[in-house]
């Protein structure tokens, strides 16, 4: 009899599990989704989900670099095409507002009710549709409700591993089984929104095809904003490597993570094109030039500086220095100012407020403890002082013993019109130890070439911008590429921004996109 009771009991309490289970389940709506007209179960409504989104819009902006304001004709521009692609969606009667974030980053992301796009993808994408799929997609994201889809499936595998949990806790008893199935639960829940991110991405794919046909676009405009994704991150990737960074903890690839296997959705975007069986071949690439001419490209400038061809300038911190023949400058924040091309050299700058009564010396001591063979420079008729630091750096499966010069002066840095605090600068130069001979004599030549600037000067400083070139008679890749500000890879940089092959040749009245 006591054996039936316990076995009684236990059915019991599975029965409960299950029942409980599934009464929170059925709390959940069941809905027809209007983008792919399947029906699902959601926790959240159309209300709940536009709600969340205005909630986090803010620390969206926030994070993502800021709204770009400077350009308010883009800004009406891109909204334009918006509005378009909203008016054939199938949620037409709810509000997206657009945001141009003022990031160099090359994405565009999505919240209910809120579109964002990186003033950073504009210089490589070439035309009005490939605008419209990189937005098609991300209103696909929310007419597809992938937000509340999302958050409906974590709710149902929080309640599910609640319950689990409370029922493995019953039935044994604490023995390490139990913890096993919890871990092992973890991973289903982690593989099933991995799972997840892929199908809403593929997704969002066919409707901004869908939307593009809708609008009489080239359909294949999809695969051909991918391409200019590729083939901007394989650049990236190449900098990254020449830097000595690890490409796998960049911002860079954490966003081609986000849009797994880009390479097959090149594909599958073409393909489901081909399946519309659209003829269409409207780009409109004119009107595209037009509105993004004169756009920021690269970094903010206040945060971050410029480097104009050989020129570094930091019109904040009111310095400048010369950057040698043959450098990258690769444009984003995350990386360092200039990288050799050859022998592994690395060129970046960092500024710290310091006393008014502490001299450079002192600055250079307390900033880099391990410095040594510090002595006096004259540059520019400023005091100067510069040391050398040796450390091991360990890149891919190998120790490298790296010397780095630095060289520190103090200044003032530019707080809006005025002269803000007393700021220590001090310019970093690394080389592995090898080559450190032959590239000390070039790093000394950079910290000769430090100039403060005054505050005319600073304030006369502008960013970056994309310019639209039309071609003359004779001009060559190699003859235009020597317009753009870079210090090296220019004719790289033209053929990147403009989807250029080698082999293309420039006949005269070619419109193409500049950076200077």
């Not at 570094?312 to 091309?341: C, E, R, W």
Request: charged content about 25%; some cysteine; glycine content about 6%.
């Amino acid at each position: 009899m006591k054996i039936i009771l316990q076995n009684n009991k236990k059915l019991y309490k599975k029965g409960l599990f299950v029942a409980l289970f599934c009464s929170l389940i059925l709390s959940g709506c069941v809905t027809t989704n209007p983008a792919t007209g399947k029906q699902q179960l959601s926790f959240v409504s159309e209300d709940e989900e536009y709600e969340i989104g205005h909630e986090i819009y803010g620390d969206t902006v926030k994070e993502g670099g800021g709204i770009y304001k400077e350009n308010k004709k883009l800004s009406i521009y891109i909204n334009n095409l918006l509005k378009k692609i909203v008016a054939v969606s199938e949620r037409p009667n709810k509000p997206f507002k657009l945001t141009i974030l003022d990031s160099e980053i090359y994405n565009a992301a999505a919240i209910p009710g809120y579109i964002f796009v990186n003033r950073g993808v504009l210089p490589y994408i070439n035309n009005e549709a490939q605008l419209v799929a990189i937005l098609g997609h991300e209103v696909g994201h929310i007419t597809a409700q992938h937000y509340a889809r999302r958050k409906t499936t974590a709710t149902i595998a929080n309640i599910g591993r609640t319950l689990l949990g409370a029922y493995i806790s019953y039935s044994t008893q604490g023995a390490s089984g139990g913890k096993e199935l919890m871990q092992a639960t973890d991973f289903a829940g982690q593989y099933l929104f991995a799972s997840y991110s892929r199908s809403f991405e593929e997704e969002s794919d066919s409707l901004a095809v869908r939307y593009l046909t809708k609008l009489k676009y080239n359909p294949y405009a999809a695969s051909g904003a991918f391409v200019s994704m590729v083939n901007q991150q394989n650049f990236m990737q190449n900098i990254y490597k020449k830097a000595g960074i690890d490409m796998d903890n960049s911002i860079f690839h954490r966003l081609l993570s986000s849009h797994p296997e880009v390479e097959k959705r090149i594909k599958e975007t073409a393909k489901i094109a081909t399946q519309k069986g659209s003829r269409s071949k409207l780009v409109h690439r004119d009107r595209y030039l037009d509105a993004i001419n004169g756009v920021a490209f690269g970094p903010k400038i206040k945060e971050n500086g410029v480097a104009k061809k050989n020129i570094f300038i930091h019109p904040k911190h009111q310095f400048s220095f010369k950057i040698p023949d043959g450098y990258i400058t690769p444009m984003v924040s995350t990386l360092p100012v200039a990288i050799g091309n050859k022998l592994n050299r690395i060129i970046d700058y960092n500024v710290k407020a310091v006393p008014e009564d502490e001299d450079a010396e002192e600055s250079l001591i307390y900033n880099y403890p391990k410095i040594h063979n510090i002595k006096e420079i004259n540059i520019n008729g400023k005091t100067a002082y510069t040391g050398i630091i040796n450390e091991n750096i360990t890149k891919g499966f190998k120790k490298i013993k790296v010397i780095t010069r630095i060289v520190g002066i103090k200044g003032r840095e530019l707080k809006g019109d005025k002269l803000g605090k007393n700021v220590f600068y001090s310019i970093i130069m690394s080389s592995e130890e090898k080559h450190f001979n032959k590239a000390d004599k070039q790093f000394m030549q950079i910290a000769k070439s430090i100039k403060l600037l005054t505050k005319k000067q600073a304030q006369k400083v502008e960013p970056l911008r994309i310019h639209i070139y039309t071609t003359k008679k004779g001009d060559t890749q190699k003859s235009v590429a020597e317009k753009m500000a870079f210090s090296a890879d220019r004719i790289k940089w033209l053929r990147l921004i403009n989807a250029l092959k080698p082999t293309d040749k420039l006949l005269p009245n070619m419109r193409l996109k500049l950076i200077y």
